[in-house]
């Protein structure tokens, strides 16, 4: 489903401030794939999120999603293939506009917008029973600006949005890392019922340790812009963090620098 090929990123090239943020990345997902991203500070991670995304082209290397080339898309071609989760609540969201509203834009993604671009009335059931799932008794205030909802509740209608045309790939960037505890485990568990009950193909980066070997079918660390743990299946099952930290001191030869994912 989604095929990353020798991919390289320099940001500040030739300058003091050079930074090698992807070098050789290689990555392949199959269809369903549920992937948690991890790694220390700097090592890539959101630069190959925004890599895929189109946010910025790689300096050398394909992408392909589905099949189809993407390499040389701007993000606006390739937001049709891609639903995306960021980790500022604030984003994702159009604050001023009502909650139905922001659903139907997010219903017709990779559509040419028409006369009929907002909601229609036979629209708002489905509305209301899509937002019954995130159990926030959003599916009563379809009205209601999207401004007035709280964080975490931005962030449940974010994923649904993000999801509800089931996209080729799903990409989650620290999602839950601005919540309180009590929500984040709440949109985190509402992230796994959607991607295992859709088998949305999913990269998921995340703070947390803990989250990262919970969730999904496998797992991938990076280190100075290369992936050097690829772990799935029951190999990932038996892992725990002191495992993890372990494997990644032996694949790098360096200590896993990150405060907040030794604390999460």
Excluded at 113 to 123: N, V, Y
Excluded at 249 to 262: I, K, N, P, V
Aim: proline share 3%.
């Amino acid at each position: 489903m989604l095929v990353v090929d020798n991919v390289w990123k320099t940001f500040n090239a030739g300058t003091v401030n050079e930074k090698k943020a992807l070098q050789g990345l290689n990555l392949h997902l199959k269809p369903g794939d549920f992937v948690t991203v991890i790694g220390g500070n700097g090592a890539g991670k959101s630069t190959m999120l925004n890599s895929i995304a189109g946010v910025f082209f790689a300096d050398k290397g394909k992408i392909t999603i589905d099949g189809v080339d993407v390499t040389k898309d701007p993000e606006y071609k390739r937001a049709k293939h891609i639903g995306r989760v960021f980790q500022d609540p604030m984003l994702g969201t159009a604050a001023g506009m009502q909650i139905e509203e922001n659903l139907a834009v997010a219903s017709r993604r990779g559509k040419v917008p028409g006369l009929a671009w907002s909601s229609k009335s036979s629209e708002r059931e489905r509305f209301r029973e899509l937002l019954k799932e995130l159990d926030l008794g959003l599916e009563d205030r379809l009205t209601s600006k999207v401004g007035l909802l709280s964080g975490g509740q931005r962030q449940a209608l974010t994923l649904l949005m993000a999801t509800m045309t089931k996209p080729k790939l799903l990409l989650l960037d620290e999602h839950t890392a601005a919540l309180d505890p009590k929500t984040a485990a709440k949109v985190l568990d509402l992230t796994e019922k959607i991607v295992n009950r859709d088998k949305l193909t999913t990269l998921m980066i995340t703070h947390n340790m803990r989250d990262a070997l919970r969730c999904g079918n496998r797992l991938i660390m990076l280190h100075n812009g290369r992936i050097i743990i690829d772990v799935e299946g029951e190999e990932k099952k038996k892992l725990d963090v002191p495992d993890l930290l372990k494997m990644f001191e032996q694949a790098s030869g360096d200590e896993f620098a990150s405060d907040r994912a030794l604390l999460g």
